[in-house]
């Protein structure tokens, strides 16, 4: 137990020194799991994903269908607003931006937000320029294997940082959705559940955006 400790120690000692440790995070081994309310049940015949708001037409595929859109790859650093990070998570399933990019979803010019809308009516707001950067992903997969229920399959939008691209904006976890049921494109801002609670809008991991 006391060597596992000191491990432990050392790996967070190495990442901070690479720069890649936010301030007032420690590593964790595990992944802890946090969320609000129950885990829901998923109906593959009965699963949808919906896109809609600012967009050129309205879209919802059925869960056969999204499993169809171009697959992305991504292994990046997370970082829970509960202090905890987690390093070289590899992360699979969906990239918005290559939706965007190669015509699934056609935006129109007054689409500047979104909004992940998930199970129980649960909601988180982002930037539309972060929800097309390369650190945010509708992910399916973790680490090779189907994201487990209680973190959030069979859909969850994450977000995280990519060891050396200083230049993507990086907000906390939460600001992913698990159980993720669509995305509305917005021309305004509107909070989404933890947001209205008095979490940060921002949530930039590297300023401690931890509370509004």
């Known amino acids: 137990m006391l060597d596992s400790f000191f491990r432990r120690k050392e790996d967070e000692a190495r990442f901070a020194q690479a720069g890649r440790l936010p301030p007032g995070q420690a590593l964790t081994q595990k992944f802890p799991v946090l969320h609000y309310g129950p885990v829901p049940s998923f109906n593959p015949a009965t699963w949808s994903f919906r896109v809609w708001g600012e967009v050129e037409e309205e879209v919802r595929w059925s869960w056969d269908e999204f499993q169809k859109l171009p697959r992305a790859r991504l292994v990046m650093d997370i970082h829970c607003v509960t202090r905890w990070s987690k390093f070289d998570t590899l992360w699979e399933g969906v990239s918005v931006r290559d939706l965007v990019d190669q015509g699934y979803i056609k935006l129109k010019p007054t689409a500047k937000y979104v909004m992940q809308h998930a199970e129980y009516g649960f909601t988180v707001n982002l930037p539309l320029e972060v929800v097309l950067q390369d650190n945010f992903l509708l992910a399916t ?26 230049d ?10 698990k159980w993720l049921r669509g995305l509305e494109f917005m021309a305004q801002d509107r909070p989404g559940f933890w947001e209205q609670a008095g979490y940060h809008n921002e949530a930039d991991v590297w300023k401690e955006e931890r509370f509004g």
């Open 168 to 177: 993507l904006k990086t907000p906390y976890f939460w600001k992913g959705a």
């Open 141 to 166: 997969h973790l680490n090779g294997e189907p994201i487990t229920p209680d973190h959030g399959y069979p859909l969850r939008g994450v977000v995280g940082y990519i060891p050396g691209r200083d």
